[in-house]
């Protein structure tokens, strides 16, 4: 296997010593991101991702410049960047997805356990800052995912209406803070050694957000079907989250599946499925707290599509 180097990649590669080649390529199709893994002449290894979405471009350089220092080894840490090309190089981090290694029941709570650990090391990199119009710029940026779909809508009634109050009650959120977030914390961005040693990656979403929003994907992903992993993740994370973060956690569940169930539906079918049965159970027992958080729902989920068909919503055209 040898993939082509992008024609933007090589202003960075013109700047490191040596010839380097592909050797892999870890894109996921239909997403605006090429992510190849680099191997110069003495086998070191490096990743090259170019993004064509200026915002995804963004986010993660900045993530990568101003966070991951602060993470070590537990993150790529930014060797290179292209701003012009929208071009970055980071070094190549070992492991295989947390999503697709089959460990055994202790092993997956040691590894949740250290998920925990490792988000709450992110979201002290950098002290929290005011969001005092959060709620209502975030409905704001929801509505229109919401109601500007160019397919049938697939919520049912009950769904809809639920959705509204969600959209309300967001709207009336009190001023929030903000933390240095991933925003797609899951599974499958989460890699393991054979030695149980865990690095995060793909900081396409972060930015500060609303303390709790954090936690909202690997809840409705895998903390909700299983207790034990609940447990151990907060026990790494150091704590519960509390009443402002649950209540979050509640609204955005119902509005943030909601509009990927939407905007998902002009040609990520199966991302929209995925959402779509979240969005379902969360509304069959709406007002009550949200999918796994400290007081978990007793609902019993359609398991989700494949980690390919799973692959994460980005915030230039999902939340």
């Keep these: 296997m040898n993939p082509r180097l992008p024609h933007a990649a090589r202003a960075v590669l013109d700047r490191i010593a040596g010839p380097v080649r592909a050797v892999a390529d870890h894109s996921w199709p239909g997403t605006s991101a090429t992510v190849l893994r680099l191997e110069d002449p003495a086998g070191h290894q490096m990743i090259l991702k170019t993004n064509t979405a200026t915002g995804c471009f963004t986010r993660e350089h900045a993530a990568l410049r101003d966070w991951a220092p602060r993470l070590g080894t537990a993150a ?17 981090v070992p492991g295989r ?122 809840t409705q992903r895998t903390l909700h079907t299983r207790p034990d992993l609940r447990a151990a993740f907060y026990t790494g994370y150091g704590r519960q989250p509390n009443p402002a973060e649950t209540e979050l956690i509640r609204i955005c569940t119902i509005t943030d599946t909601a509009a990927i169930t ?16 979240l969005l379902t159970a969360a509304a069959r027992t709406w007002p009550d707290p949200a999918l796994g958080t400290a007081t978990p729902h007793t609902t019993t989920l359609v398991p989700p599509p494949s980690p390919r068909a799973a692959a994460p919503a980005r915030e230039e055209t999902r939340p």
């Design 76 to 92: 790529p840490q930014l060797l290179d960047a292209d701003e012009q090309g929208q071009v970055l190089l980071m070094t190549a």
């Design 262 to 277: 939407l905007t998902a539906a002009r040609g990520h079918h199966d991302f929209a499925a995925e959402a779509h049965h």
């Design 97 to 218: 997805p947390l999503a697709t290694t089959a460990l055994t029941r202790r092993e997956e709570q040691l590894a949740y356990g250290r998920a925990g650990e490792l988000l709450a090391r992110l979201h002290h990199t950098a002290p929290p800052t005011p969001l005092p119009h959060f709620g209502r710029d975030r409905a704001a940026y929801l509505r229109p995912q919401l109601t500007s779909t160019t397919v049938s809508s697939p919520l049912t009634p009950r769904e809809t209406r639920v959705t509204e109050q969600a959209l309300a009650a967001l709207e009336a959120m009190p001023p929030q803070q903000a933390i240095p977030s991933h925003l797609d914390y899951t599974s499958r961005n989460l890699l393991r050694t054979d030695s149980g040693t865990l690095t995060v990656i793909d900081f396409e979403t972060s930015r500060r957000e609303a303390a709790g929003r954090d936690f909202l994907r690997i």
